[in-house]
């Protein structure tokens, strides 16, 4: 079955960095995008970044320059680079995959990240 199991959240202060993880399974990975989306308290659910399945990306504009995703089709793992981090990038973050067609929408189960002096 689909699996994808993120790691790397924490505690981090206004400006740091944090490199996030989500490893795969379950699926031909290297055929797939893979997302990264984040939810504060009492928010919804936001698009981060996307790393297509070959390698292409795109970001919400609240992080690009400063998040970067990446992947490693030999690993199954895709990867979120987050530098310069700011208190507003606290949130739950989630690692996501359409799969198949029309589609299956499958999350991990999140890592926290927390900015805060």
């Known amino acids: 079955q689909v699996q994808l199991v993120e790691s790397g959240g924490g505690l981090v202060q206004p400006g740091g960095s944090l490199r996030l993880s989500c490893v795969a399974s379950g699926f031909m990975f290297s055929t797939y995008s893979m997302n990264w989306y984040r939810q504060a308290p009492g928010k919804q659910r936001e698009f981060v970044a996307r790393v297509t399945n070959v390698g292409g990306t795109n970001y919400a504009d609240s992080v690009r320059g400063r998040f970067t995703a990446s992947r490693d089709n030999a690993k199954n793992t895709v990867y979120l680079q987050m530098n310069s981090l700011k208190p507003e990038d606290t949130a739950g973050y989630y690692c996501?995959?359409?799969?198949?067609?029309?589609?299956?929408?499958?999350w991990g189960q999140g890592t926290q990240v927390t900015v805060s002096s």
């Open positions: 996501n995959s359409r799969i198949g067609w029309p589609g299956v929408d499958y």
